[in-house]
Nanobody, 117 residues
Framework: QVQLVESGGGLVQAGGSLRLSCAAS????????MGWYRQAPGKQRELVAG???????NYADSVKGRFTISRDNAKNTVYLKMNSLKPEDTGAYYC???????????WGQGTQVTVSS
């Protein structure tokens, strides 16, 4: 089993920035895609950003131009740089690791991001 540990969340003012980290206990290169999801209270969990093994990335429309997902394979760590944060970005952010060969993915425990106005 792969363990994922998110960090970097916190309380920031609107317009501020945060950098989230997802440290994996195994090689992130062994996963087809690593992603960041978020879940606001009372809402469904949504995909924020993903990065595939072929280095392609995708972002939710709501974060395009503001968030950047990246990875450091040597450190087995995935990052989410969040700029120009908005109150609607508030939520618990979760890291996910997925292999297409299996029906499930791995999840971290989440890190809370709260953006105040």
């Amino acid at each position: 089993q792969v363990q994922l540990v998110e960090s970097g969340g916190g309380l920031v003012q609107a317009g501020g920035s945060l950098r989230l980290s997802c440290a994996a206990s195994a090689s992130i290169s062994s996963f087809n895609v690593m992603g960041w999801y978020r879940q606001a209270p009372g809402k469904q969990r949504e995909l924020v950003a993903g990065i595939s093994s072929d280095s392609s990335t995708n972002y939710a429309d709501s974060v395009k131009g503001r968030f950047t997902i990246s990875r450091d394979n040597a450190k087995n760590t995935v990052y989410l740089k969040m700029n120009s944060l908005k109150p609607e970005d508030t939520g618990a952010y979760y890291c996910n690791a997925k292999r297409y060969s299996v029906s499930y993915g791995y999840w971290g425990q989440g890190t809370q991001v709260t953006v105040s106005s």
